[in-house]
């Protein structure tokens, strides 16, 4: 058949090139449809139910809420992680779901099962399911600014007149509103006032809710028209507000201007922004829907903004300080700049290595036409563009040109030789026949290698399941290419080329086949040498350490600081401009933006404690300190200047991938489950002391469980029972004088501003003060409620976590110059040692280790796996279990030069390391099927097993030495960039060169020897006498 293909394209070879160039139009046309990323979408299927429960402490909304729901939710099919997270007034219950679960699907199960909690929940209680989007959907962030306009105006026009305009760009999701001030009408009763008419505060809720509806009348026919009727009796104002009707006295209306104040102020607040140490601010996070192509959606984003520019009031402005598209630039610029920089080098190795112009740029015009070809089954696919799938290209650069290379030299040696009379065409089938087993046999083992990688599962199998992919389609793709595009265009340029070899292919056949001769010779001292070799590598890999994944460089640094959990929002603010203003002395930091708390929907739960600080930083061209390490040390010695705060370093997308992984935003989570609370405290603060003993703990945290201050008013029972009053009655009253209560809204054009009902500062400040407020029996009668409670102030708790519904502490940590594994490892017995857990508590570990343990566990199943599909295809191949088991005994040489080159370059066998070690055995396998393949053909020829061995290995010298000097070439880009995603590649050329060096040297000197041994039974045979020296190793 492939005799048959090679006939065809080079009896049409206009059509052929017709065809290509047809074919890379359609790839180039393809590229520009693709979704452009920085990163596969690493998120699983994530449902959010946000339940708001004004008044709440923890406790309560753990056990009257978050119990109820878990109880409901837990066990839905395909469900895979159910976390929750308790606050007061809030609950954040996290459902997760297998990958490839329909979104939507998924979140009408959670509803279905919530429909039947909600009748069970507390009255006032709000809840509803966050928007369709991921936890790495924060796309695009900015500020509202504006010189001579309030915050509570900016604010505004963020919420009815940005936000809106935002959520029409296809792709957004939610637009989540920060900071500023959210404007509001304030009704502030006066008690005297109230007491002198004979009113309480419940009158005038039931005066604003009374007061602000309009109505229908049907209509009414006069004449032959029809007039509708409608009662006009929405407020639209203050003033409106002012004069509603409460009651009457002795035929006297009583408004609320004679009972209260009414006033602008704002809604309780949650959280603030803060930028630069100037005060506060507003900002925007808009939010990309799941699934939805982010460079598209900032872009939308972006032409809408512009757009706005023009009709905001004079001087507003909106400043952007968060842009991922800047991370997908430069990600994909790291793979656009290693692509160019390989395709030099492996022209520069081709023109060397082939003496010949002509040849090279046959043999590179593989490139072009392999990635672009690509790109088709990509659109197709939709995978998008991203640093792996397109750094899957970058990899397999050096790779794609093997099949060319090697279809290539055997040409320009048969042209080389050619006699004269004899058709050029001719001459390249029979050259490209000769070779075309061992390419197609080489080309789809290195497939069948990458194949078990797409059966990765969690964040690895999203990462590295796209690179594979890519790999897999570009080899493919340039497997053909060798064998129909390539010949053809050797058939038009290489005509009339050299005929005398290349001077340095001739030296170092000079240098190569006195050492085979030896070999051969001494083939027990060659495999001595090499076994120890082996052996050698094999120690120094217990002393190599382990992690999941290479800390990513966004290019921008987030910094987590917490404070005491009782804080004041107004001392929290206060705190953070003062750190702000001490970072921006630093000259590498251009701004500081941050936010702390949560926004009025709670979209993301943080507490008053908690503020995450992006740092943005000028060009690195304009640093004073080298590198991101060395700054990451002056922002510590100014951290460390502030009492009383913990920190913690992350960036933008590794902290949210985090987050998602295990509700943490460090690299690794140590995690104590119980159900006591205060043991949980208690042993979590001593698992804490360990941790911060160990060597290379940084930004060491644990949740809190306690520190929250609350004002706890107790019923009386049996003295509120004498004057009628009840439980309902205090918490009602509490909740409206104290807390404030939202009683209805004034439509304003399209702005809708809530009238908060709430009584004045003075009478709610304090316990003394709450004390002091009248509560109305059934009678009429005034009653102070201290006779009615007790108000006492009492320590508790600031939140309670579950995970599958056991509550938890996590103790999480960043580390710094150690592996992970044996991180853990220290931690496991220091545990063992020092600490006796209450009954029933247990430790887990989560993050980056639970998904290194993940990883390892699937690894260890998927590398054999490859290994038994090579050697099934060795088999298939040549048809003898001896020359499939001579070719995979590349592998364990090709290690050594991987494990060498990790040990010494301080790397961490991670992920990256190990998809480097499955892409090293198929590309050692590659040349070892190159050079026995030409064994057996020479033998079939009639040349003895010495001489076939000697001259195999003499003449196919070459294109071995081509393979894998390009191939390792093509990554030296990838070892040597620097900027985003590089630090995934690294580990994985770093493999793949070591590997190569070791399995390249092994298989010109090792294998001929080898082949020889295994072969001599057979050839005895063959020449039907025995030759007792050379025999099968044992």
Partial sequence: MIAHLIRFVLTQRLMVMV??????????????????????DVSSPQVVVIVKAPGMAPLEVERRITRLIEVEVNGIE????????????LASIIIDFEEGTDIYWARQQVSERLNQVWSSLPAGVEAGLAPITT???????????????????????????????????????????????????????????????????????????NNNRNAGGDRVVRNNEVLLVRTVGQIESDEDIRNITVATRDGQPIH????????????????????????????????????????????????????????????????PFYDRTDLVNSAIGTVKTALLAALVLVMIVLIVFLGYMRGAITVTAILPLSILLTFI???????????????????????????AVVVVENIQTHLARRLKGVDPLHIVYRAVLEVAQPVVSGTLIIIVVFLPLLSLSGLEGKLFSPLALTITLALAVSMVIALTVIPVLASFLMQGGPTKENTLIAKLKGIHRPMVAFSLKHRKMAVLFSVLLLAGALTLYPFIGKEFMPVLDEGMTVVIVEKLPSISLERSLEIDGDIQRALMSLPEIEGVAARMGSDEERLDPMGLYQTDNFLLTKARSEWTV???????????????????????????????????????????????????????????????????????????????????????????????????????????????????????????????????????????????????????????NKVLLSLLADIVEVDGPVQVIHEGVLRQVVIQTNLEGRDIVGFVDEIRAAIDEKITLPPGFFVAFGGQF??????????????????????????????????????????????????????????????????????LFGMAIMNGIVMVSYFNQLREEGLGLQDAVLQGAERRLRPVLMTAITTGLGLIPLLLATGPGSELQKPLAVVVIGGLVTSTLLTLILLPTLYAWFEAGSESKRMGKVRPPLSPPR
């Fill in 850 to 919: 639970e998904n290194q343990q993940r990883a390892a566990k699937r690894l260890a199943i998927v590398v054999p796996i490859a290994i038994m599909l090579i050697f099934l295809f060795l088999f298939t191949t040549f048809n003898s279990i001896r020359q499939a088991g001579l070719i995979i005994l590349n592998i364990p040489f090709a290690m050594i030069g991987g494990i060498v080159a990790l040990f010494f370059s301080g790397l961490y066998l991670s992920v990256p390391a190990s998809v480097g070690f499955i892409a």
């Fill in 135 to 209: 936890p790495l959907g924060e796309a695009y962030m900015f500020m509202v600014e504006g010189e001579g306009h309030s915050n509570i105006e900016l604010r505004g026009l963020l919420d009815w007149v940005i936000r809106p305009r935002l959520l029409s760009v296809e792709g957004v999701a939610e637009v989540n509103a920060l900071g500023g001030e959210v404007r509001s009408y304030h009704v502030i009763p006066d008690p005297d006032a109230l007491l002198a008419v004979g009113l309480n505060i419940a009158d005038l809720e039931k005066a604003l809710e």
């Fill in 626 to 780: 080298d590198g991101p390490a060395a700054l990451e040390i002056k922002v510590r010695e100014i951290l460390d200047q502030f009492p009383g705060i913990v920190y913690a370093f992350t960036q933008p997308i590794d902290m949210r991938v985090s987050e998602m992984l295990s509700g943490v935003r460090a690299a690794l989570a140590v995690k104590l489950y119980g159900e006591d609370l205060a043991l949980l405290e208690e042993t979590s603060k001593k698992i804490e002391a360990l941790v911060a003993e160990i060597p290379g703990s940084v930004d060491l945290v644990r949740t809190p469980i306690t520190g929250q201050r609350y004002l706890e008013v107790r019923p009386r029972s049996e003295i509120m029972s004498r004057f009628g009053i009840n439980t309902e009655d205090i918490n009602r009253l509490i909740s409206t004088a104290v807390g404030g209560r939202v009683v209805t809204e004034v439509q304003e054009g399209v702005r809708r501003t809530p009238v908060l009902l709430r009584y004045p500062e003075t009478m709610r400040n304090s316990a003394e003060a709450i004390g002091n407020i009248l509560v109305e029996t059934p009678t009429g």
């Fill in 377 to 403: 089954p990509m659109y197709l696919g939709g995978v998008s563009a991203n640093l792996m799938s397109l750094g899957g290209l970058a990899i397999a650069i050096g790779v794609l040109v093997d099949p």
């Fill in 19 to 40: 065809c290509a160039l047809g074919l890379s139009a359609a790839g180039a046309w393809a590229f520009l449809q693709l979704p452009i990323d920085a990163f596969p």
């Fill in 78 to 89: 395909k469900q895979t992680v159910l976390r929750s997270l308790t606050k007061y007034a």
């Fill in 256 to 319: 609320i201007k004679d009972l209260a104040s009414v006033s602008i102020g704002s809604l309780t607040r949650y959280g603030g922004v803060t930028k630069n140490g100037e005060g506060e601010f507003v900002e925007g996070i808009v939010l990309n829907r799941m699934g939805a192509n982010a460079s598209k959606t900032i872009a939308g984003i972006k032409a809408v903004l512009k757009e706005m520019e023009k009709s905001l009031p004079a001087g507003v402005k909106i400043v």
